[in-house]
């Protein structure tokens, strides 16, 4: 036999059900055929006895001999073969979930795929009208009992090997590989790592500080707080309108926050001004960048020297993801943009906005 032609030995006697819903799906077909639900408990009576034997497969036909009482007939059951454009639709659904190859390959048929390729005008399995029956025998049933015993065993070797139909409808399990697997396309590591990057839009600055509402004198009642904690309240209002999460931090980056956001209360709460800074500058990524010393890998490194030598800075002393000119130092975080910091005081202290190309914050200094 070719590879596109398979046999499948006969079923020996003895009651069986089809359990898979692909199985079934191929059962209603048939019965969809035929009137007469007679000739299907006929074809289930001679199946389950075991007369039917070895099954052959192939591209828009199944066949197989099946015995009644002496005499012994040919059965088929016809169902049409995919076009090429039919299979290029069917392999692009495919190809579109890494999962529905996987499912196949474990003997099983997704429903999405299924309902995927009915959407795209290819429908994988039959329906009213599609399966055409034949037979040698000279009743006059179409379909006969030796054609419906021949589609019951069918769905019984569906329940194993959904790519049965797939073979009926043209291509056997190596072809339909070979053909959804390259459409899944990746990018050579190599290639990923020599690519430059293309512009991401800028990361939000740390916000500003929040003005204190005016509220007038109330006895018994200490204005000044209430004010704070309105403003307070505004500012992480705004931190969950913008990222859709509560902000959580514990007491030293709240008082961070507090001194950066009610500049009133910086005094009060002993936070340390460069961090307050920091956080002015883009609030907790900028604080990340003023506390968090890093070692970059090795990609991250060269990338980072690349993107330092494209914008023709001067030669920087480098310590871990801090580059240092002077009294100037641009401190790579681990989003890849790049926070710029002066000297002064005995300190580092952030100065600028952060930005991904390390030329616009070092001109910024």
Same mark, same amino acid.
């Given at each position: 036999?070719?590879?596109?032609?398979?046999?499948? $030995?006969?079923?020996?006697?003895?009651?069986?059900?089809?359990?898979? #819903?692909?199985?079934?799906? #191929?059962?209603?077909?048939?019965? &969809?055929?035929?009137?007469?639900?007679?000739?299907?408990?006929?074809?289930?009576? #001679?199946?389950?006895?075991?007369?039917?034997?070895?099954?052959?497969?192939?591209?828009?036909?199944?066949?197989?001999?099946?015995?009644?009482?002496?005499?012994?007939?040919?059965?088929?059951?016809?169902?049409?073969?995919?076009?090429?454009?039919?299979?290029?639709?069917?392999?692009?659904?495919?190809?579109?979930?890494?999962?529905?190859?996987?499912?196949?390959?474990?003997?099983?048929?997704?429903?999405?795929?299924?309902?995927?390729?009915?959407?795209?005008?290819?429908?994988?399995?039959?329906?009213?009208?599609?399966?055409?029956? &034949?037979?040698?025998?000279?009743?006059?049933?179409?379909? /006969?009992?030796?054609?419906?015993?021949? /589609?019951?065993?069918?769905?019984?070797?569906?329940?194993?090997?959904? #790519?049965?139909?797939?073979?009926?409808?043209?291509?056997?399990? &190596?072809?339909?590989?070979?053909?959804?697997?390259?459409?899944?396309?990746?990018? $050579?590591?190599?290639?990923?790592?020599?690519?430059?990057?293309?512009?991401?839009?800028?990361? $939000?600055?740390?916000?500003?500080?929040?003005?204190?509402?005016?509220?007038?004198?109330?006895?018994?009642?200490?204005?000044?707080?209430?004010?704070?904690?309105?403003?307070?309240?505004?500012?992480?209002?705004?931190?969950?309108?913008?990222?859709?999460?509560?902000?959580?931090?514990?007491?030293?980056?709240?008082?961070?926050?507090?001194?950066?956001?009610?500049?009133?209360?910086?005094?009060?709460?002993?936070?340390?001004?460069?961090?307050?800074?920091?956080?002015?500058?883009?609030?907790?990524?900028?604080?990340?960048?003023?506390?968090?010393?890093?070692?970059?890998?090795?990609?991250?490194?060269?990338?980072?020297?690349?993107?330092?030598?494209?914008?023709?800075?001067?030669?920087?002393?480098?310590?871990?993801?801090?580059?240092?000119?002077?009294?100037?130092?641009?401190?790579?975080?681990?989003?890849?943009?790049?926070?710029?910091?002066?000297?002064?005081?005995?300190?580092?202290?952030?100065?600028?906005?952060?930005?991904?190309? $390390?030329?616009?914050?070092?001109?910024?200094?």
């Amino acid at each position: 036999m070719t590879e596109r032609v398979r046999g499948y $030995p006969a079923f020996g006697k003895g009651a069986r059900r089809t359990r898979s #819903w692909w199985g079934r799906a #191929w059962l209603q077909a048939f019965e &969809d055929t035929t009137l007469d639900q007679t000739v299907v408990r006929q074809g289930r009576k #001679w199946a389950n006895a075991g007369l039917v034997g070895t099954i052959t497969a192939g591209p828009g036909r199944l066949a197989a001999t099946v015995a009644d009482n002496d005499d012994a007939f040919h059965a088929t059951v016809s169902l049409p073969v995919f076009t090429d454009a039919e299979w290029d639709r069917f392999l692009a659904q495919v190809a579109v979930k890494a999962g529905y190859l996987a499912a196949l390959l474990d003997r099983e048929l997704p429903r999405e795929l299924v309902e995927a390729a009915d959407d795209v005008g290819v429908p994988l399995l039959p329906g009213i009208g599609d399966l055409d029956p &034949d037979c040698t025998c000279p009743g006059w049933d179409t379909p /006969c009992r030796h054609a419906a015993a021949l /589609c019951h065993q069918v769905a019984w070797l569906l329940d194993a090997d959904p #790519w049965l139909v797939l073979l009926v409808r043209g291509r056997t399990q &190596d072809e339909v590989v070979a053909g959804a697997r390259p459409r899944i396309r990746g990018v $050579p590591a190599a290639e990923a790592f020599a690519a430059v990057a293309g512009e991401l839009p800028e990361s $939000p600055t740390g916000p500003d500080p929040v003005a204190l509402p005016d509220l007038e004198p109330v006895p018994g009642l200490d204005v000044e707080v209430l004010a704070l904690l309105v403003a307070d309240a505004a500012a992480k209002a705004r931190d969950v309108l913008a990222t859709g999460e509560w902000p959580s931090y514990d007491d030293r980056r709240d008082r961070i926050r507090l001194a950066a956001t009610v500049p009133e209360l910086a005094g009060r709460l002993g936070a340390d001004p460069r961090a307050v800074a920091a956080w002015r500058q883009a609030g907790p990524a900028g604080l990340a960048a003023f506390e968090d010393a890093w070692t970059p890998s090795k990609a991250e490194a060269s990338r980072a020297a690349g993107a330092w030598h494209r914008a023709e800075l001067p030669e920087a002393a480098v310590t871990r993801n801090r580059w240092t000119v002077a009294d100037r130092q641009l401190r790579h975080a681990r989003d890849g943009r790049w926070f710029g910091y002066v000297r002064r005081d005995g300190g580092w202290w952030p100065a600028g906005p952060p930005h991904r190309d $390390p030329g616009t914050v070092f001109a910024d200094l």
